[in-house]
Structure formats: structure tokens, C-alpha cells
T-cell receptor
Framework: ETGVTQTPRHLVMGMTNKKSLKCEQHLGHNAMYWYKQSAKKPLELMFVYNFKEQTENNSVPSRFSPECPNSSHLFLHLHTLQPEDSALYLC???????????FGSGTRLTVV | AQSVTQPDIHITVSEGASLELRCNYSYGATPYLFWYVQSPGQGLQLLLKYFSGDTLVQGIKGFEAEFKRSQSSFNLRKPSVHWSDAAEYFCAVGGHMEYGNKLVFGAGTILRVKS
């Protein structure tokens, strides 16, 4: 248990489905992140939230919609995804860069 | 802008042999530097970090790394590799507030351990 919990661990969805990924941390951190990790590609930062406010959106398609209702929870809402969106989606949190990030175990998403 | 280069995509070492994974960074000021490890299908786990002081830092699982400012490097080492060390390793650099509260990751190095 790393302190950052992601659910579900695995998700298979059709291209017309709507689903959500959930991330929860009780470490008292004030920043949360979504990363996408595809096979043979570097980690891609998708979104950054600081104190519940979105501070970065790295040109992510609108079919990915983040939500951060409070500093402990982060969601990624998914709709009309494409097969190339299949990847491991990682959530992380941090208090300060000095301490680094704490990552969750990820959600393995497969779009069929 | 910050950037991180891990020159080796794959490295294979024999069990019991020593290991060095290379990391070079580009950053204008004193960086915060990190090494993470990722087992298949898992998240990233922090191995060690450097932000000031002694340039040789010790981490978990017997790993260490040395910050060399003159070479802009932060190489990860382990004197004797175990089969359980097979994983992917990521170097990351972070800066100060003017660069945003985020880390920049290298592309990773996959370590294979042969018996």
C-alpha cells in the first residue's frame, strides 16, 4: 500500500462507454497528477491539480475529463475513447517536489 | 526547460554483478533529482532522492546514486544485483516553483537480470 489508491485496477471498455477512474490519497498532499503510460513510450503528464485547482492540461483530448472535488480525491472521466487510449493510467500526489511524488498502482485500461 | 536523458533503453546484467544506470539532466539551477523503480503492471516506487548536501545518496533496496554537478549526472548504482531487481527504472528532475510543481521523467531503462 503506497498511500495512493487507484480503482479499478483493470478496466475494459467499449468505445461508446462512459467510465471513471478514481484516485484517493490520505497523505495530506496538496497536489495530484494524472499520467498516461503507454507501451514503449515515456510517461506522459496529463493533468496537474494544486489545491483542487487545475494548473496544467497538457493538450489532452476532451474525451478525458478530470475532476478534483477535494485535495484527497481525483477522478478521470472517460467517454468515447479510442483504442490508442489503451494504457496504464497512473495517479500521483505530492506535498512538495523536494519529497517527490507518491504513485498509485495504476489502472490498466483497455479500449475495445 | 528541464529535461532528463536516460541513454540506455535496456541493460542486462548477471545476478551478483554490479549495476550502473545512467541519467543526465538539463536544468539551470540546483535540481531536485529522483530515481524511481516500476515493476510490471505496478506504479512507480521512489528509490532515492537528492536535493542538497552529500552528493552520494543512499536509497532503499541497496541502491545509491551520486550527483555530479560538473557532468549534470545522477547515476544509479548497486554493487550486487539480485534477480528481483529486474524492473524499469526512471530518473526524474524537479525544480523550483517557477517551473511549476512537477517532475520531468526520463524515458526509463529496463533492467534484465540473468542467472
Amino acid at each position: 500500500e503506497t498511500g495512493v489508491t487507484q480503482t479499478p485496477r483493470h478496466l475494459v471498455m467499449g468505445m461508446t462507454n462512459k467510465k471513471s477512474l478514481k484516485c484517493e490519497q490520505h497523505l495530506g498532499h496538496n497536489a495530484m497528477y494524472w499520467y498516461k503510460q503507454s507501451a514503449k513510450k515515456p510517461l506522459e503528464l496529463m493533468f496537474v491539480y494544486n489545491f483542487k485547482e487545475q494548473t496544467e492540461n497538457n493538450s489532452v483530448p476532451s474525451r478525458f475529463s478530470p475532476e478534483c472535488p477535494n485535495s484527497s480525491h481525483l477522478f478521470l472521466h472517460l467517454h468515447t475513447l479510442q483504442p490508442e487510449d489503451s494504457a496504464l493510467y497512473l495517479c500521483a500526489s505530492s506535498q512538495d517536489q523536494v519529497y517527490g511524488y507518491t504513485f498509485g498502482s495504476g489502472t490498466r485500461l483497455t479500449v475495445v | 526547460a528541464q529535461s532528463v536523458t536516460q541513454p540506455d533503453i535496456h541493460i542486462t546484467v548477471s545476478e551478483g554483478a554490479s549495476l550502473e544506470l545512467r541519467c543526465n539532466y538539463s536544468y539551470g539551477a540546483t535540481p531536485y533529482l529522483f530515481w524511481y523503480v516500476q515493476s510490471p503492471g505496478q506504479g512507480l516506487q521512489l528509490l532515492l532522492k537528492y536535493f542538497s548536501g552529500d552528493t552520494l545518496v543512499q536509497g532503499i533496496k541497496g541502491f545509491e546514486a551520486e550527483f555530479k554537478r560538473s557532468q549534470s549526472s545522477f547515476n544509479l548504482r548497486k554493487p550486487s544485483v539480485h534477480w528481483s531487481d529486474a524492473a524499469e527504472y526512471f530518473c526524474a528532475v524537479g525544480g523550483h516553483m517557477e517551473y511549476g510543481n512537477k517532475l520531468v521523467f526520463g524515458a526509463g531503462t529496463i533492467l534484465r537480470v540473468k542467472s
